[in-house]
């Protein structure tokens, strides 16, 4: 597949984005006191880094197949680690953490949901339109914990 320029720039700027993410998540997961806070970061950063090669593929010519997109995040039921009644300060910065990055994924399945827009070629809207539910699916999984952990 043959991208135009401004096709280009477009998946390098989404490429550039999705680094971010990956960094983001990967500093976070560090960052995190909870353990299963840990792994969330964990596994959404890994997702992250699939999007940015997916990009990366796109800018060689080549399309990437995707699976169709989870529907939801039904599955995703977090255990509480802290009560609602905890004030602690691992709690508040769990919580700064998860708002933070629920604020990320907004911005970012808003801008593929732009983007995906600049592009004719059904197969490149698929790729970007798997990749912005995605990112809203790891909005709502950040939700859900928020939401098990008395941080909502």
Do not use: W
Not at 12 to 41: G, I, N, P, W
Not at 95 to 111: G, P
């Amino acid at each position: 597949m043959q991208l135009t320029q401004q096709e280009t720039t477009v998946i390098k700027d989404l490429q550039t984005q999705e680094k971010t993410c990956v960094e983001k998540y990967r500093f976070y997961e560090a960052s995190a006191h909870d353990h299963q806070l840990k792994q969330l970061f964990r596994q959404i950063g890994d997702e992250e880094q699939e999007h940015f090669d997916s990009l990366g593929q796109l800018l060689k010519g080549d399309v990437p197949d995707v699976q169709a997109a989870q529907t939801g995040t039904e599955g995703f039921t977090p255990d509480a680690t802290y009560s609602s009644g905890d004030n602690s300060d691992e709690k508040r910065h769990d919580q700064f953490l998860c708002t933070d990055c629920i604020a990320t994924e907004k911005l970012v399945s808003s801008t593929y949901n732009n983007d995906l827009f600049r592009f004719a070629a059904t197969s490149v809207r698929r790729l970007l339109n798997h990749i912005q539910t995605e990112e809203q699916n790891h909005a709502e999984m950040l939700f859900k914990y928020k939401t098990a952990n008395g941080m909502a």
